[in-house]
């Protein structure tokens, strides 16, 4: 045996190799598999009905497509700066367009909406993350992080709140206002519970959900905040952070996590096929695990 051959074995043996990941949770055998690593920061994941995951890349102003054919394109460039996105039941894209503070809905055309950019006559901290309700009404955080493409570093709110916007996107209401910096948000598939991460508290928060769009019944979920969210059709909630993808019960019950070895994990969804891989945007790469469970369809 050459020296050569002795040090590529030597190479070989001492390379990480990806760590099975033993939950009931996630395909016997499956490992993280990093699918696309060329982005400057990765956020945002959603897909839809057919399982195709869009994301963002937000230092280069673009939204990016995985298709089930396991191809990468750029879907929209510029963008708004998208960040947090949701798909609604009719395949229009929502995003929180950080360049000007707005949310925007996207339609399959690629048509863009500019839904709101203020409230109450001032600008927008800058719309994070969005989550559309069955009826086609929406909740979505506003925290304040000064971006280098704005030409301002105060918040023009004062708090960083949870907002709902009405189902004929008229009405722009604050329903939630005493939150350190609220981040990731989530609901269930029925539209009556709300999961709203408060990052810069380090909690998670549930809230009951009635047919106006009004929250009660705030409970401390788990002690631990999130930048982006999912659930599964169990009913499992996914948070992300800097130590990866943390899994909680319905109850509020550590499950599991998924490391991702890079410096911030960002968000996370669903997707594929039969939306049951576990899409992650991790920095500048996207990530995904396939699972025993699956996403709730848009």
Same mark, same amino acid.
């Given at each position: 045996?050459?020296?050569?051959?002795?040090?590529?074995?030597?190479?070989?043996m001492a390379s990480p190799k990806p760590a099975f990941?033993?939950?009931?949770?996630?395909?016997?055998?499956?490992?993280?598999?990093?699918?696309?690593?060329?982005?400057?920061?990765?956020?945002?994941?959603?897909s839809d009905a057919e399982g195709n995951v869009y994301?963002?890349?937000?230092?280069?102003?673009?939204?990016?497509?995985?298709?089930?054919?396991?191809?990468?394109?750029?879907?929209?460039?510029? &963008?708004?700066?998208?960040?947090?996105?949701?798909?609604?039941?009719? =395949? &229009?894209?929502?995003?929180?367009? @950080?360049?000007?503070?707005?949310?925007? /809905?996207?339609?399959?055309?690629?048509?863009?909406?500019?839904?709101?950019?203020?409230?109450?006559?001032?600008?927008?901290?800058?719309?994070?993350?969005?989550?559309?309700?069955?009826?086609?009404?929406?909740?979505?955080?506003?925290?304040?992080?000064?971006?280098?493409?704005?030409?301002?570093?105060?918040?023009?709110? @004062?708090?960083?709140?949870?907002?709902?916007?009405?189902?004929?996107?008229?009405?722009?209401?604050?329903?939630?206002?005493?939150?350190?910096?609220?981040?990731?948000?989530?609901?269930?598939?029925?539209?009556?519970?709300?999961?709203?991460?408060?990052?810069?508290? =380090?909690?998670?928060?549930?809230?009951?959900?009635?047919?106006?769009?009004?929250?009660?019944?705030?409970?401390?979920?788990?002690? /631990?905040?999130?930048?982006?969210?999912?659930?599964?059709?169990?009913?499992?909630?996914?948070?992300?952070?800097?130590?990866?993808?943390?899994?909680?019960?319905?109850?509020?019950?550590?499950?599991?996590?998924?490391?991702?070895?890079?410096?911030?994990?960002?968000?996370?969804?669903?997707?594929?096929?039969?939306?049951?891989?576990?899409?992650?945007?991790? &920095?500048?790469?996207?990530?995904?695990?396939?699972?025993?469970?699956?996403?709730?369809?848009?």
């Amino acid at each position: 045996m050459n020296i050569s051959t002795l040090i590529t074995l030597f190479l070989l043996m001492a390379s990480p190799k990806p760590a099975f990941i033993d939950s009931p949770l996630v395909k016997e055998g499956a490992t993280l598999q990093k699918l696309a690593g060329e982005f400057a920061f990765t956020e945002g994941p959603i897909s839809d009905a057919e399982g195709n995951v869009y994301f963002t890349d937000q230092p280069n102003d673009r939204i990016m497509k995985w298709g089930i054919d396991q191809t990468l394109s750029t879907y929209m460039q510029p &963008s708004g700066r998208a960040n947090g996105m949701f798909m609604d039941s009719k =395949g &229009s894209l929502w995003v929180c367009a @950080d360049e000007k503070n707005e949310l925007w /809905k996207i339609d399959k055309n690629k048509k863009v909406t500019v839904l709101l950019t203020e409230y109450n006559g001032q600008l927008l901290n800058g719309p994070n993350d969005v989550w559309v309700m069955p009826n086609g009404s929406a909740f979505f955080t506003d925290p304040f992080y000064a971006r280098p493409w704005w030409n301002r570093k105060d918040m023009k709110q @004062d708090v960083q709140g949870v907002y709902f916007l009405s189902k004929n996107h008229k009405t722009l209401t604050r329903v939630v206002d005493d939150m350190k910096q609220p981040n990731g948000i989530i609901g269930t598939a029925d539209g009556k519970k709300l999961y709203v991460a408060d990052i810069g508290a =380090g909690k998670t928060y549930v809230f009951d959900i009635d047919a106006k769009g009004k929250l009660s019944n705030r409970k401390l979920f788990c002690e /631990k905040g999130s930048d982006g969210m999912t659930l599964d059709t169990k009913g499992n909630v996914y948070l992300t952070h800097g130590d990866g993808v943390t899994v909680y019960s319905p109850e509020g019950e550590k499950l599991l996590n998924i490391p991702t070895g890079e410096g911030w994990t960002a968000n996370v969804c669903f997707g594929g096929k039969n939306h049951s891989t576990l899409f992650i945007t991790a &920095s500048k790469g996207l990530y995904a695990l396939e699972m025993n469970v699956q996403g709730i369809k848009p």
